[in-house]
């Protein structure tokens, strides 16, 4: 057990590595409440199900795309375009990665994909906000004058995280994903050719 941290804080940190290792459809209540060193009564006290628990764990612990892109989207026209749409491309290609094998059992189980996608409403919550905060900081730039004002910054969004979580799919078998900042620097570039 790791000292100095709050229940809440060892929870999240076990069914980070039990995700991580075996999956979400085998990473049990139970198993988790045992790697934090707590009850299951415990783990209940500050999560209402394993499904809000695995979106915890992606939006706490897994790279924050959506800070960045809010604190973006308050202050267009700031660093480089292109540098933001690479640092943004950079995040979600970490948050992809990172997340691919732990989502991926979520599709093997129907009923555990029916719960998350419940939870997931329930908590407000949902793989299509990024592409929403991404357009949003899209049209925020268009509006200074940096994306032109014919630009879709919805399929530019979409195409961007598409290519990211993609990146993250592809690759998962070869065991080779291409470098990250390598990635993220070349689809900045390709995207900022239509946004221009």
Known sequence: MQSG????????DAAH?????VGLARATTKEIAKGAGCSEAALYKHFASKE???IRVL???LPRLTPLLHSLTAEPGGRPLEENLTEIARQAALFYEQSFP????LYAETQLKRR????MRELGTGPHLPIEGLDAYLRAEQEVGRVRPGADTFA????L????????FAYDATGVVPPVDDFARRLARALLTGLH
């Open 102 to 105: 732990i989502a991926a059992s």
């Open 52 to 54: 809000e628990l695995f």
């Open 156 to 159: 530019a969004a979409s195409l």
């Open 161 to 168: 995280l598409g290519a990211c979580a993609q990146r993250a």
């Open 5 to 12: 941290k709050s229940a809440r804080e060892r929870i999240l």
């Open 116 to 119: 998350h996608d419940e939870a």
């Open 17 to 21: 590595d039990l995700m991580l290792t």
């Open 59 to 61: 939006t706490e612990r």
